[in-house]
C-alpha cells in the first residue's frame, strides 16, 4: 500500500506517517505509544518528531509530584509571608513525552491517565521494554497510534513532511469529514481485528481524519482508513484468522440483495475484507499485540519485595518525623510546612528569618524494589527419573524463562543419593541454567531433607543480603534419606517437615510442585508446612506451573 509518498510496507514509512498524523491530530488521535530501545534510530526518529511539536514536554517517571503535578514554592513563599503555588510540568501541558513509559508505577500511571482526561492532553509514550513489557494499561489505552522502531536504521525511516505541510494540515483538519458509510466501515474493520475497546476506534477516527488532511482530502477516502488500520486498529488487535472460502449461494431472494444494496451492507463486507488482506500482509505476526496485552505482566519492573527506605530508592512523599536513627531530614518539605504559619508566629530569639516548631519537621522516604531470587530445587533420585524427570526439566525450563523475562536471579539445585548438589549458584545467565539443567543426572535415593536444607541456606543467605527468595520444590514427595544419611522414610520424612517450618517461621515464600504420575498426600502437608502453594503436575503444564509460581511468590512479597 501507497500513500502520499509512503510505502506502508515498509515499518520505516509506517513510523514516519505515524509520527506525521500524531503532530496534525494531536488530542482527536489520543496519543503515540512508541515502542523502541535507546539507540541511533530512536534519535533520529525523536528529533524530527520535536521538530513537529515544538511544544512537547518530557517527564519521566522518575520525577516528584511536585514537579509533575505542581505544589508549594519554598522559596516564594518564604520571600512573599505567603503561600505560593508553583506550576507543574504536566499542568496545562498539550503533548507530554513519558520517557521509560513501561517503568511508570501504576499509581502514577493513574495520575497520569487522569490528568489526560482532564487537562485533554495527549500523550507520547516511549517504551524501552522488552520480553512482553509495557505501560500500564490506563495509559496505552489513551493513545490510539502504535509504532515499533525495532530492527530498523535511521536510514530506513522516510523523509518527513515539512512543519509548513503540517501547518496547512493542522488548518484543514476542523473541516475534514467523514463521507456516508465510511465511520461503519471503520467499526467494520475494528471488529475484524477483535478491537474490543470502543475509545480505540474513536481515536482511529481521528487518525483517518488526520491521515485524509495530510493528503489534502476534505472526506475521508478508503487509503484514510487503510492507515487508521495499519498504524491504530491493527497492532491493538489480532491477527485474524482466515477461514475458508465459502462457496455463493445459488439461490437468492431479489428483495433480499436488494436491501443489502440499499444499506451498503455489502460493500461494507467487502472493503473490511480488503483492508484486512492488506494490512494482514503489511504488518508481521509480532506486531499484532492485542494477546499480549491481555496477559501482560501488570508491571514491568522488578518482582521483588517492596522495601520502606530513608537512603535510596525512588522518592516517596515525605512525612512527618524527626531524623535520627538512619532518617534524614527534608528541609523542602519541612520549610513548606512552616512557610504558612510564619506570620502567626513570634520572631525567633535568634533573629532568624524562620521560625521552625517540632512539628514542621519531615523526615524523607524512598521505596525500593529488591532483587527476587527463585531456587529451583530439583528431584533427581531415581523415583522421579522413572516418573516424570523430562516433564519437571521442561517446568523448570519455562520457569527460568519466565525468571528472566521479570528480570529474576535463579539458582539450581539437586537432590539424589545421599545430599542435594548447588549445580547453579544465584546468577541471571539463563544459559547457563539451561546447560545446568540438560546435564541434570538421575538415580538414588530421595534426600528431600537435603534438599530443603540446602535451599533453605541458600534462602537465608539472599535474603542477608537484601534479595526476597523464593523457593520451587520439584519432587515426587518419595522421601527415603534421612539428614543423617539413613534409610529411614519416617525420619526422612520429620526432618522435611522441621527443614520447612523453618523456612515457614523465615518468612521464605514457596511452592511444591508434585511430579510424581499421581498426587502425594505428603506433599500437600509439607507445603502447608512451608506456608506456600501446593500443585500437582498431572493436572498442569508448565504455562500453569509458571503462573502459579509468578502469584505464589508475588503473594508472599505482600505478606
Not at 473490511?272 to 504488518?283: G, K, M, N, P
Amino acid at each position: 500500500m501507497t500513500i502520499k509518498g509512503f510505502d506502508l510496507d515498509r515499518a520505516g514509512h509506517r513510523a514516519v506517517l505515524a509520527g506525521a498524523i500524531y503532530a496534525i491530530g494531536g488530542k482527536s488521535v489520543g496519543g503515540l505509544w512508541l515502542r523502541a530501545r535507546p539507540g541511533p534510530v530512536r534519535d533520529a526518529y525523536m528529533s524530527r518528531l520535536r521538530a513537529l511539536l515544538p511544544d512537547l514536554v518530557d517527564v519521566t517517571p522518575a520525577m516528584d509530584d511536585t514537579a509533575l503535578f505542581g505544589g508549594l514554592d519554598v522559596t516564594a513563599s518564604l520571600a512573599a509571608g505567603k503561600k505560593v503555588l508553583q506550576k507543574g510540568r504536566v499542568a496545562g501541558a498539550q503533548t507530554l513525552a513519558l520517557a521509560g513509559a513501561d517503568r511508570t508505577p501504576p499509581a502514577l500511571a493513574a495520575r497520569l491517565a487522569l490528568c489526560h482526561d482532564r487537562e485533554a492532553a495527549s500523550y507520547l509514550l516511549i517504551d524501552e521494554g522488552q520480553d512482553g513489557e509495557a505501560p500500564p494499561a490506563c495509559l496505552w489505552a489513551r493513545t490510539g497510534l502504535t509504532i515499533g522502531l525495532e530492527g530498523l536504521r535511521p536510514n530506513d525511516l522516510a523523509p518527513w513532511p515539512t512543519a509548513k505541510t503540517i501547518a496547512r494540515a493542522r488548518t484543514r483538519l476542523a473541516e475534514t469529514t467523514f463521507s456516508a458509510g465510511k465511520e461503519t466501515d471503520l467499526v467494520e474493520i475494528g471488529a475484524a481485528f477483535s478491537v474490543s475497546d470502543a475509545r480505540l476506534c474513536v481515536f482511529a477516527h481521528g487518525v483517518a481524519r488526520a491521515a485524509a488532511a495530510l493528503g489534502g482530502r476534505a472526506e475521508v477516502s478508503e487509503r484514510d482508513l487503510d492507515s487508521a488500520a495499519l498504524l491504530s486498529l491493527a497492532p491493538r488487535g489480532l491477527l485474524p484468522q482466515i477461514e475458508p472460502e465459502k462457496q455463493p449461494e445459488v439461490e437468492k431472494p431479489p428483495a433480499e440483495l436488494s436491501q443489502k444494496a440499499d444499506t451498503g451492507e455489502g460493500r461494507s463486507e467487502e472493503l473490511s475484507d480488503r483492508v484486512v488482506s492488506a494490512v494482514t500482509v503489511a504488518l508481521p505476526e509480532e506486531a499484532f499485540l492485542g494477546g499480549d496485552l491481555a496477559h501482560a505482566a501488570p508491571s514491568g519492573s522488578g518482582a521483588g519485595a517492596k522495601r520502606r527506605s530513608s537512603q535510596r530508592g525512588r522518592p516517596l512523599p515525605s512525612r512527618p518525623g524527626r531524623p535520627g536513627s538512619g532518617r534524614r531530614l527534608d528541609p523542602v518539605a519541612t520549610l513548606r510546612a512552616a512557610a504558612p504559619w510564619q506570620r502567626l508566629r513570634a520572631p525567633s530569639l535568634g533573629g532568624q528569618s524562620v521560625t521552625l516548631r517540632p512539628s514542621d519537621l519531615s523526615v524523607k522516604r524512598h521505596e525500593a524494589r529488591s532483587e527476587r531470587l527463585v531456587i529451583f530445587a530439583v528431584d533427581a533420585s531415581g523415583s522421579q527419573a522413572m516418573a516424570r524427570m523430562a516433564e519437571a526439566k521442561g517446568a523448570v525450563e519455562f520457569l527460568l524463562a519466565e525468571a528472566y523475562r521479570r528480570r529474576d536471579r535463579v539458582a539450581l539445585l539437586a537432590f539424589r543419593g545421599e545430599g542435594a548438589e548447588i549445580l547453579l549458584p544465584p546468577t541471571g545467565a539463563l544459559v547457563r541454567a539451561r546447560k545446568a539443567l540438560a546435564n541434570l543426572p538421575g538415580g538414588g535415593g530421595t534426600p528431600l531433607a537435603a534438599g530443603l536444607d540446602a535451599a533453605a541456606t541458600l534462602a537465608l543467605q539472599a535474603a542477608r543480603g537484601g534479595a526476597t527468595p523464593f523457593v520451587v520444590l520439584l519432587t515426587d514427595g518419595r522421601a527415603n534419606v534421612a539428614l543423617d544419611g539413613s534409610h529411614d522414610r519416617a525420619a526422612a520424612a520429620q526432618d522435611a517437615d522441621n527443614i520447612a517450618k523453618r523456612l515457614a517461621t523465615e518468612r521464605v515464600g514457596a511452592l511444591v510442585v508434585d511430579t510424581g504420575r499421581r498426587p502425594e498426600p505428603q506433599l500437600g502437608r509439607l507445603a502447608g508446612h512451608l506456608g506456600g502453594t501446593y500443585l500437582a503436575l498431572p493436572q498442569a503444564d508448565a504455562a500453569r506451573v509458571a503462573d502459579a509460581v509468578s502469584r505464589a511468590a508475588d503473594l508472599s512479597h505482600k505478606l
